[in-house]
């Protein structure tokens, strides 16, 4: 075996311009793999520690999604463009914490409400666009948590002016972010402790005022999360249509009015229609605001339930055990008939992971487009070259070696050729990961960061992303070179003297 490596590497000497050739692509292909799982591995551990750290802790509880869409810790996905899906309160919340008061393992937990809205200055409808840009439109997401239990979990640490909402108070904590698109679109200022209006992004069209309490900056400079309003719950479940009516399901009475079911078309639409055979409106003198009998209940249904809440949060004392625990809770709720489903950090975040994981599928079908045209360049740089030397293959065969032995020959070139110019492309890919990670490059658009899982441009080396990627390359190399070596081991040693004399 050392004697066909020696020999291996001599041949790789005497043909340096297709060695060289090969070589470069290998060490290229390397490189841009090894940097593009660099800057995934980057950005998913970045996500996942300012998400978990900030916004859906380890362990995020809710209600099933509904029918035919997908939910998360921001809102409800669904194919429907007739219906604007509000995120589901759990249904059961003293079992569900019951359940929780008995599991080990919870260092930290809050429950929030999540919701959509935006800003307005005075009346939208009325607002005349001028050069303002649509993404410069004041939407936010609106947390709110549990007093006192939900700062202790996601300190605001970066406060800037004012204070955190008094609880019970339509007072709100606001995005810096949020504040500087306010003030670019309306080009009025969003300042402190003064009163604007806040509409709802549901079908409900809820519109309330907010009193400005202070403004923060996001505890990740760099993070993908959107513009964030931090509020108390009875200021949010309004937007989150978290109502009595929606709370409970009415049964119906036992026994329903059916009189007008026995009318036609023609007796309730056409000229002989008269209304007071139904003790309805007529011309006489009743009084229209008891068309609708006692609305007591109805105004009762139509408010904001106080016991309602979209999720709770956990934070545990080993997070590496957070897929474990999910699986063993999910098993409780199931065993005891609980309406209520937990999820990991990345299913509750789905809404920003979504992008980084499709950016991921991207990338590995690029990677994929690369490697097949590296395997065809080097599989016919590899065939010209055993073309070019079948006399040498005839002069070995000659002398008695064997198909094997040949066959062993071409094989350690490509792995003595693949693994040096692997380490090649592996140590160029470190010093560029080196520098750009020493230029500290952030990005502040918001739609980039979304899509890039956040602002910070860095990449992050993994063992097991650079062996892997060797061992590949290395194996693709190796599988180049079956087909070139059986063409020329099919030519005989006398026609493939012959062909090396010419």
């Given at each position: 075996m050392l004697v066909i490596f020696r020999m291996?590497?001599?041949?790789?000497?005497?043909?340096?311009?297709?060695?060289?050739?090969?070589?470069?692509?290998?060490?290229?292909?390397?490189?841009?793999?090894?940097?593009?799982?660099?800057?995934?591995?980057?950005t998913n551990r970045g996500m996942e520690r300012d998400f978990r750290a900030h916004y859906t802790g380890d362990v995020v509880i809710s209600a099933p999604a509904p029918k035919n869409s997908k939910m998360d810790l921001f809102g409800v996905s669904?194919?429907?463009?007739?219906?604007?899906?509000?995120?589901?309160?759990?249904?059961?919340?003293?079992?569900?914490?019951?359940?929780?008061?008995?599991?080990?393992?919870i260092s930290k937990q809050t429950k929030i409400i999540s919701s959509k809205a935006l800003f307005m200055n005075g009346d939208f409808a009325d607002f005349q666009m001028e050069d303002?840009?649509?993404?410069?439109?004041?939407?936010?997401?609106?947390?709110?948590?549990?007093?006192?239990?939900?700062?202790?979990?996601?300190?605001?640490?970066?406060?800037?002016?004012?204070?955190?909402?008094?609880?019970?108070?339509?007072?709100v904590l606001v995005d810096v972010r949020l504040k500087k698109k306010?003030?670019?679109?309306?080009?009025?200022?969003?300042?402190?402790?003064?009163?604007?209006?806040?509409?709802?992004?549901?079908?409900?069209?809820?519109?309330?005022?907010?009193?400005?309490?202070?403004?923060?900056?996001?505890?990740d400079k760099d993070s993908s999360m959107y513009s964030l309003i931090y509020c108390d719950p009875s200021f949010a479940r309004a937007f989150a249509e978290l109502t009595y009516a929606n709370s409970f399901t009415q049964e119906l009475p036992n026994e329903i009015d059916t009189e007008l079911s026995d009318f036609s078309e023609d007796d309730l639409f056409g000229d002989s229609f008269n209304t007071d055979d139904f003790g309805i409106i007529s011309s006489g003198t009743n009084n229209y605001?008891?068309?609708?009998?006692?609305?007591?209940?109805?105004?009762?249904?139509?408010k904001t339930d106080d016991g309602a809440w979209h999720f709770i949060i956990l934070k545990l004392d080993n997070p590496r055990k957070a897929e474990s625990f999910i699986s063993s809770l999910n098993n409780t709720f199931?065993?005891?008939?609980?309406?209520?489903?937990?999820?990991?950090?990345?299913?509750?975040?789905?809404?920003?992971?979504?992008?980084?994981?499709?950016?991921?599928?991207?990338?590995t079908v690029l990677v994929i487009i690369l490697a097949i045209v590296v395997f065809i360049i080097i599989m016919n740089t590899m065939t010209i070259s055993v073309i070019e030397r079948t006399g040498e293959i005839g002069t070995m065969r000659a002398l008695g070696a064997e198909k094997n032995f040949v066959r062993q020959l071409f094989t350690i070139e490509s792995i003595t050729i693949t693994v040096l110019s692997s380490i090649a492309g592996t140590v160029l890919a470190l010093i560029i990961m080196l520098i750009i990670n020493c230029c500290h490059i952030s990005l502040s658009n918001d739609i980039a960061k979304m899509l890039l899982g956040g602002g910070?441009?860095?990449?992050?080396?993994?063992?097991?992303?650079?062996?892997?990627?060797?061992?590949?390359i290395t194996i693709g190399c190796i599988l180049a070179n079956i087909y070139p070596v059986s063409t020329a081991l099919k030519i005989t040693p006398l026609k493939a003297l012959s062909n090396g004399d010419n």
């Open positions: 291996a590497l001599r041949n790789l000497l005497q043909h340096k311009s297709k060695t060289i050739i090969i070589g470069l692509f290998i060490a290229i292909g390397v490189t841009v793999i090894e940097l593009g799982n660099g800057f995934l591995e980057a669904s194919m429907s463009l007739t219906e604007v899906l509000q995120i589901p309160a759990i249904e059961d919340i003293d079992s569900v914490e019951e359940v929780l008061s008995k599991t080990e393992g303002q840009n649509y993404m410069d439109i004041p939407v936010f997401f609106m947390f709110a948590g549990e007093s006192p239990s939900f700062y202790d979990t996601f300190p605001v640490v970066n406060l800037v002016e004012g204070k955190l909402p008094t609880p019970g108070t339509n007072e306010f003030e670019t679109f309306f080009k009025v200022p969003l300042e402190l402790n003064k009163s604007y209006i806040v509409a709802g992004q549901s079908m409900n069209n809820t519109i309330r005022d907010a009193v400005i309490s202070g403004f923060y900056e996001q505890p605001d008891n068309i609708l009998g006692d609305t007591t209940l109805r105004d009762e249904l139509n199931k065993e005891n008939n609980i309406s209520a489903t937990a999820m990991n950090w990345k299913a509750a975040s789905s809404t920003f992971s979504s992008t980084v994981e499709g950016i991921g599928i991207i990338f910070a441009i860095s990449l992050i080396p993994t063992f097991s992303s650079i062996f892997g990627t060797i061992i590949i």
